[in-house]
Nanobody
Framework: QVQLVESGGGLVQAGGSLRLSCAASGYIFSTDVMGWYRQAPGKQRELVATITSGGNTNYANSVKGRFTISRDNAKNTMFLQMNSLKPEDTAVYYC??????????WGQGTQVTVSS
């Protein structure tokens, strides 16, 4: 069993920055892929970025060059550095972990609000 707890959300003006953290408890395998997703009001949940334990990353086109995902395997923690934030980045951001078996875990989400 894995528990994921996000933190770091908040209200920021357009052009500002936030850093999200996701603390994972339980046993994390080296094959687990972690990632960030977001869901804006009235929209479907969408991928923001993913990262493997080896550091391979994948980003949504909408955040490339502005967001950076990272992972501290020793501390079972994942981060999302968000720069140059835009109002359209406003959403609830969720931490995700996917096993090689495709079973996945989700955090409870943290709200990010970007004002114009």
């Amino acid at each position: 069993q894995v528990q994921l707890v996000e933190s770091g959300g908040g209200l920021v003006q357009a052009g500002g920055s936030l850093r999200l953290s996701c603390a994972a408890s339980g046993y994390i395998f080296s094959t687990d892929v972690m990632g960030w997703y977001r869901q804006a009001p009235g929209k479907q949940r969408e991928l923001v970025a993913t990262i493997t334990s080896g550091g391979n990353t994948n980003y949504a086109n909408s955040v490339k060059g502005r967001f950076t995902i990272s992972r501290d395997n020793a501390k079972n923690t994942m981060f999302l550095q968000m720069n140059s934030l835009k109002p359209e980045d406003t959403a609830v951001y969720y931490c995700n972990l996917v096993r090689v078996t495709r079973y996945e875990y989700w955090g409870q989400g943290t709200q990010v609000t970007v004002s114009s």
